[in-house]
Antibody
Framework: EIQLVESGGDFVQPGRSLRISCAAT????????MHWVRQGPGKGLEWVSG????????GYAESVKGRFTISRDNVNNYLYLQMDSLRVEDTAMYYC???????????????????WGQGTQVTVSA | DIQMTQSPSSLSASVGDGVSITCRAS??????VNWYRHKPGEAPRLLIY???NLPSGVPSRFSAGGSGTEFFLNIADLRPEDFATYFC?????????FGQGTKVEIK
């Protein structure tokens, strides 16, 4: 069973960049699409980005498109999110999560998210 | 994007009670709905996938169903660990979207 641990969250100023990471332990990381989901203060869950098992397919929420880049390292079992031109509204707890079903594009109809990491906090403020 | 609207936004109940949460989609999504429980400071946990299926390890006091645009999550015999926020999520089309959450509080 895969377990996920996020890291790299920090307090940054608007306009700066930050890369957060998600380390996966257990077997099968490279068989599954992976996603980032965030929860801002007092808000619900918001999907941010997803990447297929081999990195060949990516997707982004409109709110981060052109500023965030998702990537993965299937040798060392890591998922990354490069966040550029950060805004105050990007302040959130960021969770990485694995899809329940196997290989394919970043989004497959019928997919679910399981498991999730415990999150890493990103705070953007002047 | 498909909008998911949950009701109620919050509810109060006692240990041992049963509660029900509904989720409405802005368009028909067949049975492509998942449910999660999220407690502060913890990782969200998958409770239900594909409208009515319980993953291994999820207690049978959780049940769910629905299709098209209307979905429900029932929790019987509330336990202390069930006081949390519950989210529905559609996986019919990209981008995946979540309901705004239903907070279940102790009465």
């Amino acid at each position: 069973e895969i377990q996920l641990v996020e890291s790299g969250g920090d307090f940054v100023q608007p306009g700066r960049s930050l890369r957060i990471s998600c380390a996966a332990t257990g077997s099968g990381f490279d068989d599954y699409a992976m996603h980032w989901v965030r929860q801002g203060p007092g808000k619900g869950l918001e999907w941010v980005s997803g990447i297929s098992w081999n990195g060949g397919s990516e997707g982004y929420a409109e709110s981060v498109k052109g500023r965030f880049t998702i990537s993965r390292d299937n040798v060392n079992n890591y998922l990354y999110l490069q966040m550029d031109s950060l805004r105050v509204e990007d302040t959130a707890m960021y969770y990485c999560t694995k899809v329940g079903q196997g290989s394919g594009p970043y989004h497959n109809r019928g997919d679910w998210f399981d498991p999730w990491g415990q999150g890493t906090q990103v705070t953007v403020s002047a | 994007d498909i909008q998911m609207t949950q009701s109620p936004s919050s509810l109060s109940a006692s240990v041992g009670d049963g509660v029900s949460i509904t989720c409405r989609a802005s368009q028909s999504i067949s049975t492509y709905v998942n449910w999660y429980r999220h407690k502060p400071g913890e990782a969200p946990r998958l409770l239900i996938y594909a409208s009515s299926n319980l993953p291994s390890g999820v207690p049978s006091r959780f049940s769910a169903g629905g299709s098209g645009t209307e979905f429900f999550l029932n929790i019987a015999d509330l336990r202390p660990e069930d006081f949390a926020t519950y989210f529905c999520q559609q996986s019919y089309s990209a981008p995946p979207t979540f309901g705004q959450g239903t907070k279940v509080e102790i009465k």
